[in-house]
């Protein structure tokens, strides 16, 4: 069973959107699970209920991305594309929740390497304050939160040789 993720999330300024945490696996474990089109749907979005599908992710700078979530309450959607990749230490990539009028955030997921665990963090710049807050006002923090509990339960996998 995976150890409990202590996650934080701040807004380091009022366009700014950051989430740290540090996962018990190597780093090129966690930049799998966050590049492996198969991978992703173990960890993202999976509130009860909900399943995600990559319908697309070009991983390469320019690439774009699209993932498609569903569940008792319809589908939603996340998309953008990517504008740097350092594998595995960092990328970029723009983000857009579709059905939301705001201008695409510019988030950079940073991979740290810890004694063989990761620290993850990441920092979302927003067009403006109203954008951020429309994105942690729906409840973005428990999506973040039971995501990361998932990822945790898949490093876990991938570590003894499961996955």
Do not use: C, Q
């Amino acid at each position: 069973m995976a150890e409990e993720i202590k996650t934080t999330i701040s807004m380091p300024s009022d366009t700014e959107l950051m989430i740290d945490s540090v996962f018990d696996a190597p780093r090129d474990l966690v930049w799998r699970a966050h590049t492996d089109p198969k991978l992703i749907p173990e960890w993202w979005g999976r509130l009860p209920g909900y399943t995600t599908t990559v319908e697309e992710l070009e991983l390469r700078d320019g690439g774009k991305w699209r993932f498609v979530g569903k569940g008792p309450d319809g589908e939603w959607a996340f998309h953008g594309a990517f504008k740097e990749i350092k594998e595995p230490k960092e990328m970029t990539w723009t983000f857009s929740w579709e059905g939301n009028e705001a201008e695409p955030s510019v988030e950079t997921l940073h991979f740290d390497e810890m004694d063989g665990k990761t620290r993850l963090w990441s920092v979302s710049k927003f067009a403006t304050k109203e954008d951020r807050d429309a994105m942690t006002e729906a409840d973005m923090e428990s999506g973040v939160r039971a995501g990361y509990k998932h990822l945790a339960e898949l490093l876990e996998k991938m570590k003894s040789g499961e996955i």
